[in-house]
């Protein structure tokens, strides 16, 4: 199968600095990989030049066929709200909302009608086992809660790449396991590829296919 989202030769420097050197990555639908390093090896900047935020200094990344430089503001803009999704460490969710409101964002930023999206919000919140916190300010709820509404968000709109940037580094390993178990159980479900970038082995190991990043250089691990 081909690729879904392609990078190749890409390096990325801040000033003099060279975050990522020559990375060449590929990931195709449904996939699950895994980019693991240490604080400081490049990683999340990998991840935000894959995810069209950073635009690499050489290289190329494509979506489906397309390079990202190929495309203006609005239009890389409208491919990131509409086709990829995001799970950050800390959830970076509305405390103002709750947790249904929180997790109908991407719809309805795409134009959805609030009674559907919140529908659909609430489907995926249900499957999360957050049902009877769906009403619940977001800033009410615990650690494992905020980032279980983090994962319905980054899967409401059925994105073909979610994003997720050590989407469990914040909680404990219990809470931990569990949400990264339904949210990869859901993201297969329904046919997402997910790039996770962790400096967690226990969390990469969850992945389909595992790289290592040290000094801004990406090295794909070969199974045993």
């Known amino acids: ?22 990375a060449d990555f590929a990931l195709r639908s449904g996939e699950v990989a895994a980019v693991m390093g240490s604080s ?10 894959l995810a069209g935020v950073l635009a690499p200094t050489r290289g190329t990344v494509s979506f489906d066929g397309t390079a990202f430089s190929t495309l203006d503001d609005d ?5 990131r709200r509409e086709r990829f999704g995001f799970v950050f460490q800390y959830g970076e969710l ?29 489907e995926v919140l249900g499957r999360l086992g957050m049902a009877e916190l769906s009403q619940r300010r977001t800033s009410q709820l615990s650690g494992g809660q905020s980032q279980r509404v983090a994962v319905a968000r980054a899967l409401v709109h059925r994105p ?26 859901l993201a297969r479900d329904q046919g997402t590829a997910v790039v996770i970038v962790t400096h967690d082995a226990t969390v990469a190991s969850h992945a389909d296919s595992q790289y290592t990043m040290a000094d801004g250089v990406l090295t794909r691990r070969v199974a045993a």
């Open 40 to 49: 400081g090896s490049g990683k999340s900047s990998l991840l935000y030049c």
């Open 1 to 22: 199968m081909d690729a879904i989202l392609r990078a190749e030769g890409v390096d990325l420097f801040y000033g003099t600095h060279q975050a990522v050197s020559g």
């Open 75 to 79: 239009a890389l803009s409208t491919l």
């Open 160 to 185: 073909a790449v979610i994003f997720a940037d050590e989407p469990t580094g914040a909680l404990d390993s219990v809470n931990a396991a569990a949400v990264l178990d339904e949210f990869l159980r």
């Open 94 to 122: 509305l405390p103002e909302l709750t947790a249904e409101e929180n997790a109908a964002l991407p719809l309805r930023l795409a134009g959805r009608r609030k009674a559907p999206a919140h529908a659909a919000a609430g």
